[in-house]
């Protein structure tokens, strides 16, 4: 049993055919048996003729809306989906090669961000703590590398790191060590950053890095404060700077 399609299609990149629903012609079988269920923002066939046909492309027709759910009714073969999952593990072919600049200027600002704490941390050596911890590597890759991603916002970086780091602390004044309150805490912060919508995936770690680290301790609920937020701080001080040089001395 077969139903009829009514689409459009045109080449893109010489080797696949893109198929928009339409009411042009021909009409094309599609076996309702093949039927999968997605929701594609661009739809793709699989197959076209003449030179191209048989090459494999992501395979997707909008049929219509089921009447049960909001899932979009599509055809897709095996070895389309295989394509898919492979395409996850190679690098992103349509972002154009970054220049030399956009390579430096990140890189310095990273080291640059490690100097600078480093240099907090011979000023704190005395009373035992440190400016310098690990998930500030992770900001930095956020902030200098994809500045333009949702988790490098300020609302979400300085929402997620006070209140996870919050979260750490009544976890473990109730839980006290162990994986228990590792647990809790970080699905405590999980709920927190979705809930709040300031994920921003550095401030996880921040429960767990208190919990395990007992120099930390002494802080009590400044941890909330220290070193996470006030530490972003500085990195977002940096991160100006990076994007000024960028945009103003390219090579």
Not at 10 to 30: F, G, K
Not at 70 to 87: E, P, Q, R, T, Y
Request: glycine residues 8%; positive net charge.
């Amino acid at each position: 049993m077969g139903m009829q399609l009514r689409c459009g299609w045109s080449y893109r990149d010489h080797n696949r055919l893109m198929v928009m629903v339409s009411s042009s012609s021909p009409q094309l079988p599609v076996p309702f048996s093949s039927f999968q269920f997605c929701s594609p923002p661009s739809i793709i066939f699989p197959s076209a003729s003449g030179k191209h046909k048989g090459k494999v492309a992501s395979a997707a027709i909008a049929l219509a809306r089921k009447k049960r759910g909001s899932g979009l009714i599509v055809a897709s073969s095996s070895s389309d989906a295989a394509a898919v999952w492979w395409d996850g593990w190679t690098p992103d072919k349509g972002a154009p090669s970054p220049s030399l600049s956009d390579v430096f200027w990140p890189s310095a600002g990273a080291f640059a961000a490690m100097a600078l704490l480093g240099k907090i941390d011979q000023l704190l050596a005395p009373r035992g703590i440190s400016m310098t911890i690990a998930p500030f590597g992770a900001v930095c890759a956020v902030l200098f590398a994809s500045p333009s991603a949702p988790a490098a916002r300020k609302y979400n970086m300085f929402m997620a790191q006070i209140g996870c780091a919050a979260i750490g602390v009544v976890s473990f004044t109730i839980l006290g060590p162990g994986w228990l309150a590792r647990s809790a805490a970080l699905a405590a912060s999980l709920a927190f950053m979705i809930y709040t919508r300031s994920t921003h995936p550095p401030a996880a770690s921040l429960p767990i890095l208190f919990i395990d680290g007992a120099k930390l301790h002494q802080l009590h609920i400044w941890y909330a404060l220290f070193p996470g937020a006030i530490g972003c701080m500085l990195l977002c001080l940096i991160q100006e700077m990076v994007s000024y040089m960028k945009a103003n001395f390219r090579f």
